[in-house]
């Protein structure tokens, strides 16, 4: 059971550069999520989605892109990287419609560094 | 969202219990209590969840106040592996946020 799968796991970008971090689950969860950790931070929540086809703002979605065309995978697209966003990304699922705990799983996070 | 309020940092030696305080004075009556923790390196885990019934699982117990002001979470015999970031997180399934968490340290 891969649970969720987040791809690549480090990059390093030069400012200005575009990309994408990929994130796939496979428990079928409708409720998806990105947050980014800056060293000795907490997770700040970046976006979300509740379901194919629907997403909304978190704390810090500027300079960061989203969409939901399946229930199994939720990309991040940073349109032109600036230093600021070197940060560790991780990507959560739950489904908590559906009598469960409601638990958040995580992805191992996926390092980024912009030069 | 509720606010929250959990100490810095807090220390515990091995094999003794921990007991986590979090203060969410404004939750809603229909948030659910939940908690995580991040070892280092890693991403954050489920611990534990509850209303307003105290809960017990393989990981921990959660004691949530008759109020439902606060919580503590509660670890029977910590281990270093223990050793990580509380996380104590009231309200919904959307739009979770994460505070700063209690940084637990476990002293062999």
């Known amino acids: 059971n891969a649970g969720v799968t987040q791809t690549p796991k480090f990059q390093v970008l030069k400012t200005g550069q575009s990309m994408t971090l990929q994130c796939a689950q496979d428990m079928n969860h409708e409720y998806m999520s990105w947050y980014r950790q800056d060293p000795g931070m907490g997770l700040r929540l970046i976006h979300y989605?509740?379901?194919?086809?629907?997403?909304d703002q978190g704390e810090v979605p500027n300079g960061y892109n989203v969409s939901r065309s399946t229930t199994e995978d939720f990309p991040l697209r940073l349109l032109s990287a600036a230093p600021s966003q070197t940060s560790v990304y991780f990507c959560a699922s739950s489904d908590p419609w559906r009598g469960g705990s409601g638990e958040l799983f995580f992805g191992e996070g996926s390092r980024l560094t912009v030069l | 969202d509720a606010k929250t309020t959990q100490p810095n940092s807090m220390e515990s030696n091995e094999e003794e219990p921990v007991h986590l305080p979090c203060n969410h004075s404004?939750?809603?009556?229909?948030?659910?209590i939940h908690w995580y923790r991040q070892l280092p390196s890693q991403g954050p885990e489920y611990v534990i969840h509850g209303l307003t019934s105290n809960v017990n699982n393989r990981m921990a117990s959660l004691a949530i106040a008759e109020d439902r002001k606060s919580s503590t979470l509660i670890l029977h015999r910590a281990t270093l592996r223990d050793a990580a970031v509380y996380y104590c997180i009231p309200g919904g399934y959307q739009k979770v946020t994460f505070g700063t968490g209690t940084k637990l340290q476990v002293i062999p």
């Open positions: 989605s509740v379901g194919a086809g629907i997403t």
């Open positions: 404004t939750i809603s009556g229909t948030d659910y």
